[in-house]
């Protein structure tokens, strides 16, 4: 069955890095596109980034474009988030998510990880 | 950005009887929604797609409607496993977007 483990998350201070990690297994990995979305505290759900099968093709949302870069590595089946100049407002749970089209970009999200916790206090 | 709006906020329900959920959309997003279910501390799982195709696994018991604007999450006959909070989502223009939820509580 598919599974997706975000690692990566923790305290960081205001203006510092973060890297986050998805680790996916029980699919062809490269066939799909793969997102990450976020849920801060008390707010809804917020896609943040999607990046096509063969990781040519990155896309962000206005408010993370420039700060966050995802990538992938088809040969780790792994997907990666990297977070820069973080601010409070980006304390959230940060999810990676699987599309559900093959080898196309649909933008529904078939199979969720659990997510991993980023926490950006002073 | 298309704002995707859901009521109600909360909706109590009896199981056993049927639940309808809402979703609005602020622009045409033809068939291109989605519906979660969210249980507390598990991630969202799909349900729907292209507003009324259930997703693998799905049981028969959740339909979806609606196209353009207005879109319905139907749940037949309510078992306790299905009280959770409930998300649509457009994916017809970047970025995709979510409504706020509906918490489906036990009456």
């Known amino acids: 069955q598919v599974q997706l483990v975000e690692s990566g998350g923790g305290v960081v201070q205001p203006g510092r890095s973060l890297r986050l990690s998805c680790a996916a297994s029980?699919?062809?990995?490269?066939?799909?596109?793969m997102h990450w979305v976020r849920q801060a505290p008390g707010k809804g759900l917020e896609w943040l980034a999607v990046i096509s099968h063969d990781g040519v093709n990155p896309y962000y949302r206005d408010s993370v474009k420039g700060r966050f870069t995802i990538s992938r590595d088809n040969s780790k089946n792994t997907l990666y988030l990297q977070l820069n100049s973080l601010t409070p407002e980006d304390t959230a749970v940060y999810y990676c998510a699987k599309d559900r089209g093959f080898v196309v970009v649909v933008a529904a999200f078939e199979d969720w990880g659990q997510g991993t916790l980023v926490t950006v206090s002073s | 950005e298309i704002v995707m709006s859901q009521s109600p906020a909360t909706l109590s329900v009896s199981p056993g009887e049927r639940a309808t959920l809402s979703c609005r959309a602020s622009?045409?997003?033809?068939?291109?929604l989605a519906w979660y279910q969210r249980k507390a501390g598990q991630p969202p799982r799909l349900l729907i797609y292209?507003?009324?195709a259930r997703a693998t696994g799905i049981p028969a018991g959740f339909s979806g409607s609606g196209s353009g604007t207005e879109f319905t999450l139907t749940i037949s006959s309510l078992q306790s496993e299905d009280f959770a909070i409930y998300y649509c989502?457009?994916?017809?223009?970047?970025?995709?977007?979510f409504g706020q939820g509906t918490k489906l509580e036990i009456k």
């Open positions: 292209a507003a009324s």
């Open positions: 989502q457009q994916y017809n223009s970047w970025p995709p977007t």
């Open positions: 622009q045409n997003i033809r068939s291109k």
């Open positions: 029980g699919f062809t990995f490269s066939n799909y596109a």
